[in-house]
């Protein structure tokens, strides 16, 4: 998911002179720790910190990959999309990992993928590769329907609360229309979130009625917004986040109860010393989303060696090591179940239990049961970020 | 014709520098003067917002600009004014504020403190600058947090909770940021104060507070008008402050702007932006017209 949304984006920003200076010189980014192994190709990869694992070395010692150069980027829609549109970013990198539907926006600069070259393709659950009833497909290009992309990483959203002050909350009610929890609420400062967790919970609860709560029309998004403005006035809200460290501290420093957020969040606050930070079972189900892989057809995708190199690493991410490494680090889980018993038998390295817990929970649980898989590029984006205006600033 | 016309200018563009030199006149010697100041600010002033004023008429479709004339943005724009008006108003109490808190302790330093202690008491104020600004945001809300320190200090109390997510933690961190500007700017203005102007108040019978008033604040004014104008600038576009210390009742334009950005809408924020130059200059002429505010600028000029 996009981690530190507006702190990525404001470190991408530096990134970004890192970029221009790594495209001149042919080296990786500032996000590179892929150790050199027996293989001769540097991979350059850009995309969300999620992918970026912090050991690369089964990679390297066991494919044609020497090297892996992982440079952060930003989740944000708009910045990326300009920067591989009318920036250098598809040439200067062989593959991006961002937020799946996000590649409607530069499929012209997509190479297309061929699954036959990806061993452990049929490891991943139908659901990832072709969601039912989602508006937009994460792994095709919406215009030309050609195969671009393979998801990686995936979670089921709900949002994070302190147990020891509300006790068990199963339902977004908690969240967007409870006075008993009035002013202790927190939502993420993201229009592509924020509203469509309220449609999900309105839709569920019979309150509105939405036939695509991932691409809500203008008179769906209206609604939903009058439910929230309505709240607001009532004093639902405390504040809103936009950054990964702002959300924990906000939990953290009892500023708030209940928070709009991502999984890991409850993992760092309880690092902080909050135990009683749980991420939500919800009843109306959950945003779902996916991280894809996706083969820029450019300068440093067409070089000697690694499009092939760039197979080896998307079929390296569906085994075990790679699955491993993305729960221990985020708690999020990696397309193909293979890491249960890759952490069963390095137990080690890994905590087993808590890998299978999440797999348990996530890939064979939460992404199968109700609710929507999310799309940053619905069709009336500009409503959306017009609505959530409107909310903000009434 | 022609052949007079090649030998006036070989002579010319290859006479000696001096010569060449000698036969402009004022007005060409003074373009030249401005030539790389004239260069400069069209290349990082008047360029940039030609750039933006030209997008907000276009569409924006798949990362690139579609060149087809709209004024829907700036329909879209005009219903975001309220936003745009509360960023100003904002942005006009942080400079109250800050003035009201900087100018005290600037004049302090001025009056009271010994000159070789002066430099390292400014110092002193300027440092916290060196730590990253998201850091100092932070620490500060982590400070005035339910749990923080202040609310543990005060743990005989409700926690206070007005100090974070509210219009009041804005202007603390607005604060936060632009105080030691104030200071410095307004200590400077007062160090360039001719010390016979104030003895000759003192000597014509004026009282301290007569002196203050009548010399030593209109003399300092270029450098309250000088920090005014950068605490609005930095203020009107502030994103991660607003963003961190507002609460929910609190939206800027800065916060507004990462919204549009990430929906694309690189026109929509095109226009805002127009529409807020346009309500700046508004203020400018209302100032003028009401408060003379262009004769603060005469006095740095004098």
Redesign the interface.
Known sequence: MRMESRRQFLEALFASGAISIAGCFGTGGDGGNGGSGSGDVTLEVTGITTVNVEDYSDLTKSTSVGQLNYTPASTAVGEFTSRVVEGPVADQYAVACQLSTMEDNFCGKLKELDPDQIDRWDNIPEYLTDPKGSPNDPTRCDENDRLVGMPMVANADSFVYNKEVTGELTSYGAMFDSDEWAGRVALEDNWATSLSKCALYLDANNMADIESIANMTPDELKTVTDFLIERKKAGQFRTTWSGYEEAVSLIVSGDVDILDGWYPMVLSAQEQGLSGATYADTDEGYHKWSIGGYLFDGEAGNQDGVESAVYEYLNWTLGGEFGAQVVEQSGYVAASPAAQDYAEENSDRFDADFVQQRYDDVLLGKLEEDGYWTNRTPDNVGAYEGEWQRFKST | MIHTLITNLSARLFAPVDEQVAQLNDRQILGMQFAPLMAILFLFAVLPVAFILLWSFWSYE???FVMTFTLSHYE?AF??L??IL?TTRISLVAIVLTISAGYPVAYFVYRFVSEENRLPILLVLVVPFIVNR?LRI?SL??LM????PLNTLLFFME?IQFL??TEISLYIGLLNDTLPIAIVLIYLSLERIDESLLNASYDLGGSGLYTFRKVTLPLSAPGVVAASILIFVITIGAG?MP??M????T?TIG??M?????????P?AGAVSVITLGVIGILLLLGQRYANIMALFEEIEG
């Open positions: 798949g990362g690139e879209a219903s975001r309220n936003t509360t998201l932070f809300v982590d947090s339910t749990r923080g926690p974070v997510h991660s963003e961190i507002a609460g929910m009742n939206y916060v507004m990462l919204s549009i950005f990430d929906a694309q809408q690189i929509l």
